[in-house]
């Protein structure tokens, strides 16, 4: 077997999003939300279902699975694989839009239904030293939660160092396949769980067609183009600063040899930077 990297969007949205496999996120959101007896979430509604996307735009528009349960409960499942800039106030706002956003303005707020927002994170984005985190809003002084209605769930890849002998859990099983599935061939044991058996079933690559791998491989070449342009840029911030602090130096009367010691910069750059002085 050949698993894909669950963390890319083409394979996440399949995984997650596919209508013919409800049960795969169904599994997932009970498992993450530790849901159990008649609290279960039995059927879904997804609000975004995978469909192929147009390669010829040039650009993998990401989307997010969301689905709805049975009694109209709202979940998000994110995967984010690069730490954003204000990424708490943003998880914030969409899950405050979308919870507002499922009544328009006149009609009754008791009209309105929980919303769950899981994010699945290649980084560690909170204090809590555990791989999964929830958080709800709470009285500061006794602990109790008030306003229920938003959710928020954290599962921080790095912090899951788990091996497959390790698995004690639904969620273990669960996180562990996200993080390592590329990296498999084969289904670890003790895999009872339906929707996770059909989660590492369209995970494998000989069940993927030809249009999805075409579609699944540039955006895994679009991700690396991505992380070279940033690599290209932090190389090219460097250079300036070491260009700037060795002028500085010349201008201060410092030899070439001396410069060149103190700059890291080659004898050869560091006289074309002295001849312009």
Do not use: C
Request: charge should be negative.
């Amino acid at each position: 077997m050949r698993f894909v990297d669950i963390k890319n969007d083409i394979a996440f949205r399949k995984i997650f999003g596919n209508e013919n496999r409800k049960e795969v996120l169904i599994s997932f959101l009970n498992a993450v939300l530790l849901l159990d007896h008649n609290h279960k979430i039995v059927n879904v509604d997804i609000l975004t279902p995978y469909q192929m996307p147009d390669l010829k735009g040039g650009k993998v528009t990401i989307v997010d699975v969301k689905a709805k349960d049975q009694n109209n409960k709202t979940y998000i499942v994110e995967m984010q694989v690069a730490e954003l800039d204000g990424f708490d106030k943003r998880v914030l706002y969409y899950a405050s839009r979308s919870y507002s956003g499922q009544i328009e303005r006149g009609n009754q707020y008791e009209q309105l239904k929980p919303t769950f927002f899981i994010g699945i994170l290649d980084f560690e984005g909170t204090p809590n030293t555990s791989y999964i985190s929830r958080h709800k809003i709470t009285d500061i002084e006794t602990g109790n939660s008030f306003i229920k209605h938003i959710e928020f769930n954290f599962i921080e890849l790095p912090k899951f160092n788990k091996q497959a002998n390790e698995l004690t859990t639904i969620i273990d099983q669960w996180v562990y396949f996200i993080k390592n599935a590329e990296n498999l061939e084969v289904i670890p044991e003790n895999i009872n769980d339906e929707g996770l058996k059909f989660a590492y079933h369209d995970a494998d690559k000989h069940n993927w067609t030809k249009e999805e791998l075409e579609a699944y491989d540039y955006v895994l070449m679009r991700e690396q183009d991505d992380r070279g342009r940033v690599t290209l840029a932090v190389r090219r911030a460097l250079q300036k600063e070491k260009e700037t602090f060795a002028t500085s130096l010349l201008k201060s009367g410092f030899s070439v040899d001396e410069v060149v010691k103190h700059s890291n910069l080659t004898i050869e750059q560091v006289q074309e930077l002295n001849k312009g002085i």
